[in-house]
């Protein structure tokens, strides 16, 4: 069964730093994997998704990579601002399954 | 293009009552599904559908009834409310499961 896990929980960091998070999964066998953001009341935001072959993408102030072999994942934030403050999470589907599988999400703070 | 809309956004029931809850997107796409998110727990997928006519279960789908007669719509029943059903539930639609998700604003439901 496909777990997947974002270390940590949350997150406070003051603005203008670059930061990581990470996304951990079990099970190698992934068709890819998204990285959505979610503000406090509101739905999920798709930012990024990495096909199983590439090993990273780009949008703006973000990058995402993926080492599939080693079943991990992270988010790089560039230069924080605070309207970045939010949930981030990252989901996998997997090869031949109709469904994706969440992390549980980083709680990100970026303090003026 | 509205994207994905959802009907209510808070809703209050007594245990034993039905309700259902209304998705609809203008994105043409095939695979709609629905969430459950709860503290501690992440999202996790109730039931999908890959098309118009046809519907799976997700990863917890007791206690939920679903239909797909149209592309656009995509209604999630609830058939006799209990406590454990208190959640936020998420409505998403892609082109399928490989692709970008796209999620409706979210309903609150208290079951009391």
């Known amino acids: ?77 560039a230069a924080s601002q605070p309207g970045d403050s939010a949930t981030y999470l990252c989901a996998v589907s997997r090869e031949g399954a109709q469904k994706l599988v969440f992390g549980q999400g980083t709680r990100l703070t970026i303090n003026p | 293009n509205a994207g994905v809309t959802q009907t209510p956004k808070f809703q209050v029931l007594k245990t034993g009552q039905s309700m259902t809850l209304q998705c609809a997107q203008d994105m043409n796409h095939e695979y709609m599904s629905w969430y459950r998110q709860d503290p501690g727990m992440g999202l996790r997928l109730i039931h999908y559908s890959v098309g118009a006519g046809i519907t799976d279960q997700g990863e917890v789908p007791n206690g939920y009834n679903v239909s797909r007669s149209t592309t656009e719509d995509f209604p999630l029943r609830l058939l006799s409310a209990a406590p454990s059903q208190t959640s936020v539930y998420f409505c998403a639609s892609s082109y399928g499961s490989y692709y970008e998700q796209y999620f409706g604003p979210g309903t609150r439901l208290t079951v009391t």
């Open chain 1, 1 to 77: 069964k496909q777990e997947v896990t974002q270390i940590p929980a949350a997150l406070s960091v003051p603005e203008g730093e670059n930061l990581v998070l990470n996304c951990s999964f079990t099970d190698s066998a992934i068709y890819n994997l998204q990285w959505f953001r979610q503000d406090p009341g509101k739905g999920l935001t798709s930012l990024l998704l990495i096909q199983s072959s590439q090993r990273e993408q780009t949008s703006g102030r973000l990058n995402a990579s993926l080492d599939k072999s080693s079943g991990r994942s992270t988010l790089y934030i």
